[in-house]
């Protein structure tokens, strides 16, 4: 019998959650993975493997999320739809939950153009939706998506990726809508820099009755520098950062070494403050890859220290 997921504990209990991200190694590099676990383990609720992420090849999600499990962290293993198809997925699914793995976030994933294999072919079978979809009826149905029985136990704690600010703005909530039906029990938001937006976004979640369907968990980034929040407002589709934050990230430049830094924790500290405010805001998803170094310093300065042990 396989123990509950510590994310599903944690927020069914009503607690305010935390979660964070950690890239595996472009390898088998195992004390990458190790040694990032060594600096948000006790600091988080749970950790999200990424899959391949930016289409770059990586360690599996499966193989870093069962070194993390045995690491004693919940892992919220990612699967993507672009490199398998249902099959795969399935059978992937049933290896993942096979190794203690309880935790899956559903994504349709970076296109191959991104990536360092642009010329591979994509799968994209079905989408995150539909995953979505299959999961659920495996988990509820015990049935494969072709409909045969399930041999053994099957149970994990699905969530879904929504972008409140992605084009067109009035559709992102339906399409919220569509995962959550689809079987989402929890949803991560992309990264969030409005909040006066965020909040009008989660004011139509509110009308809908969506925050009492599944646990909105909003997405943070902390801007490093200034070139980044001037990249990512430029470049990143549906990241929309006021100018108000970039002209502090430029002051904070002009102000010495380190110094964007230290301005881009206290922007997404101020960031965690506000969301903890917001009904129908379970959370938040620090998203530090590559600078795990500083989701303590983060999640400490937020006032969000201990962590529930449940």
Same mark, same amino acid.
Request: glycine residues 8%; charged residues 25%.
């Given at each position: 019998?396989?123990?509950?997921?510590?994310?599903?504990?944690?927020?069914?209990? $009503?607690?305010?959650?935390?979660?964070?991200?950690?890239?595996?190694?472009?390898?088998?590099?195992?004390?990458?993975?190790?040694?990032?676990?060594?600096?948000?383990?006790?600091?988080?609720?749970?950790?999200?493997?990424?899959?391949?992420?930016?289409?770059?090849?990586?360690?599996?999600?499966?193989?870093?999320?069962?070194?993390?499990?045995?690491?004693?962290?919940?892992?919220?293993?990612?699967?993507?739809?672009?490199?398998?198809?249902?099959?795969?997925?399935?059978?992937?699914?049933?290896?993942?939950?096979?190794? $203690?793995? *309880?935790?899956?976030?559903?994504?349709?994933?970076?296109?191959?153009?991104?990536?360092?294999?642009?010329?591979?072919?994509?799968?994209?079978?079905?989408?995150?939706?539909?995953?979505?979809?299959?999961?659920?009826?495996? *988990?509820?149905?015990?049935?494969?998506?072709?409909?045969?029985?399930?041999?053994?136990?099957?149970?994990?704690?699905?969530?879904?990726?929504?972008?409140?600010? $992605?084009?067109?703005?009035?559709?992102?909530?339906?399409?919220?809508?569509?995962?959550?039906?689809?079987?989402?029990?929890?949803?991560?938001?992309?990264?969030?820099?409005?909040?006066?937006?965020?909040?009008?976004?989660?004011?139509?979640?509110?009308?809908?009755?969506?925050?009492? *369907?599944?646990?909105?968990?909003?997405?943070?980034?902390?801007?490093?520098?200034?070139?980044?929040?001037?990249?990512?407002?430029?470049?990143?589709?549906?990241?929309?950062?006021?100018?108000?934050?970039?002209?502090?990230?430029?002051?904070?430049?002009?102000? $010495?070494?380190?110094?964007?830094?230290?301005?881009?924790?206290?922007?997404?500290?101020?960031?965690?403050?506000?969301?903890?405010?917001?009904?129908?805001?379970?959370?938040?998803?620090?998203?530090?890859?590559?600078?795990? *170094?500083?989701?303590?310093?983060?999640?400490?300065?937020?006032?969000?220290?201990?962590?529930?042990?449940?």
């Amino acid at each position: 019998m396989h123990q509950e997921s510590n994310l599903k504990k944690v927020l069914d209990s $009503g607690k305010f959650a935390v979660t964070c991200e950690l890239g595996p190694p472009k390898g088998t590099d195992l004390d990458v993975v190790k040694e990032k676990a060594s600096l948000i383990k006790g600091y988080v609720d749970a950790v999200n493997v990424t899959d391949n992420q930016t289409a770059i090849v990586r360690l599996s999600s499966i193989a870093t999320s069962h070194i993390l499990h045995d690491l004693g962290i919940d892992p919220i293993m990612q699967m993507v739809c672009r490199d398998r198809n249902r099959i795969a997925m399935q059978s992937d699914l049933f290896g993942a939950y096979s190794l $203690g793995i *309880k935790n899956l976030l559903c994504l349709s994933g970076d296109h191959q153009t991104f990536g360092n294999h642009p010329e591979s072919k994509n799968v994209f079978d079905i989408d995150s939706i539909q995953q979505l979809s299959m999961i659920n009826k495996m *988990k509820n149905e015990k049935k494969a998506y072709c409909g045969e029985e399930i041999e053994g136990d099957f149970d994990m704690f699905l969530g879904g990726a929504s972008n409140p600010f $992605g084009d067109p703005y009035e559709f992102r909530v339906i399409r919220l809508a569509k995962k959550i039906n689809a079987g989402a029990k929890f949803i991560q938001t992309q990264c969030i820099y409005d909040m006066d937006k965020f909040e009008d976004f989660m004011k139509m979640v509110r009308d809908m009755g969506l925050h009492k *369907k599944t646990y909105i968990l909003a997405g943070v980034l902390p801007l490093k520098s200034f070139g980044m929040a001037k990249y990512m407002k430029n470049n990143v589709a549906g990241v929309q950062i006021p100018d108000e934050l970039l002209n502090r990230m430029k002051t904070a430049k002009a102000a $010495g070494k380190g110094m964007s830094a230290k301005e881009g924790i206290k922007i997404c500290v101020e960031q965690i403050k506000r969301l903890r405010n917001i009904e129908g805001v379970h959370g938040v998803h620090v998203m530090a890859i590559e600078w795990e *170094k500083k989701v303590p310093q983060i999640v400490e300065e937020a006032g969000l220290l201990p962590r529930p042990e449940l």
